[in-house]
């Protein structure tokens, strides 16, 4: 004759113990998507803002009016140099952007953008470049 009166103790820990670990997996699963899902918006953030830099500056450059001292030669990405650098925002977050204008051959400028997180303060940066056509 067989005893259906339920679980022994030992079955109860052993599953509870079971339980415990995929509950446990699960929240650190979650936490670490909170951090990816939290360094890839502010990574689209950096790119975004080094882009519209990068078209404005584009933009300059295929008009025929004088140099502007946005496409003059000059700038630093390291440091804030005047002319070259502003602090844009995007959601709730400032950033530090700074670019750089070299002079390239045959009528052209090479452009660099560096787009750094002020506030609230973040790791990582994005630079992106180009190259214009500007006679």
Do not use: C
């Amino acid at each position: 004759m067989t005893n259906n009166r339920g679980f022994t103790e030992v079955e109860l820990l052993v599953s509870l113990m079971i339980f415990t670990i995929g509950v446990l997996g699960g929240v650190t699963l979650l936490g670490a998507g909170y951090r990816f899902q939290g360094q890839s918006r502010l990574e689209t953030e950096l790119t975004i803002l080094a882009e519209m830099k990068i078209e404005e500056l584009s933009a300059m450059a295929s008009t025929n009016l004088p140099d502007t001292v946005a496409l003059l030669p000059g700038g630093d990405l390291d440091s804030d140099a005047v002319g070259y650098w502003d602090t844009p925002s995007a959601g709730s977050r400032i950033f530090n952007r700074r670019w750089e204008v070299v002079t390239g051959p045959a009528g052209t400028r090479q452009i660099t953008v560096r787009v750094q997180p002020l506030d609230p303060p973040a790791y990582g940066h994005a630079d992106l470049s180009t190259t214009v056509l500007h006679e």
